[in-house]
């Protein structure tokens, strides 16, 4: 199975911050990759899809880039509500497999 | 508005079965692929099945293969996960999500969850 590294596992920041989650994959995955945000007790959100494109009414703060085996997500000016775990996923090979999330906290 | 709503949860004993029902409403379930997705206490997402949108292919995780199945029956805009031979690892909320596809890529929309306990 295509495994999936994020880094970091957790991460602490203000509001106003730009971060950066990094979604490394075992092996080449092209740009079948999402990213979701999911706070407690609720749902995932998809964020990003095939890797680098905004899904329907997520913020434009919020983006995706990279292919193969590296990429990222990028949180611009860091707003009270995007403190969440986030996760990536991949669909390139079954089985489909999630990163182990990154919690987002606020500093 | 698409709306995906889980059934079926509940206490199980080990060994024994249980099937989920996720109720789609919004959309036209025939064009798209339908995912279970789990989450266990405290955990992260772990991907479980999913069937493309004809019902015509199914894909199974690992830990699940033989003992869970994924059915959809696109008359009545409902999917199913039918759960046999439950183990106290299969604890956890279980999500069924849309795809954006007809098989399998990203989840666009999930449900709320419904929760599964394994337990004697």
């Known amino acids: 199975a295509i495994q999936l590294t994020q880094s970091p596992s957790s991460l602490s920041a203000s509001v106003g911050d730009r971060v950066t989650i990094t979604c490394r994959a075992s092996q080449g995955i092209s740009n079948s990759l999402a990213w979701y945000q999911q706070t407690p007790g609720k749902a995932p959100k998809l964020l990003i899809y095939?890797?680098?494109t905004l899904h329907s009414g997520v913020p434009s703060r919020f983006s995706g880039s990279g292919t193969g085996t590296d990429f990222t997500l990028t949180i611009n000016s860091l707003q009270p509500e995007d403190f969440a775990t986030f996760y990536c996923?991949?669909?390139?090979?079954?089985?489909?497999?999630f990163g182990q999330g990154t919690r987002l906290v606020i500093k | 508005q698409v709306r995906l709503v889980e059934s079926g949860g509940g206490v199980v004993q080990p060994g024994r079965s249980l099937r989920l029902s996720c109720a789609a409403s919004g959309f036209t379930s025939s064009n798209y692929g339908m995912h279970w997705v789990r989450q266990a206490p405290g955990k992260g997402l772990e991907w479980v099945a999913v069937i493309k949108n004809d019902g015509s292919k199914t894909y199974y995780a690992d830990s699940v293969t033989g003992r869970f199945t994924i059915s959809r029956d696109n008359s009545k805009n409902t999917l199913y996960l039918q759960m046999n031979s439950l183990r106290p690892e299969d604890t956890a909320v279980y999500y069924c999500a849309k795809d954006i596809r007809q098989e399998a890529a990203d989840l666009d929309q999930w449900g709320q969850g419904t929760l599964v306990i394994v337990s004697s």
């Open positions: 996923h991949q669909f390139n090979k079954f089985p489909i497999t």
């Open positions: 095939d890797a680098s």
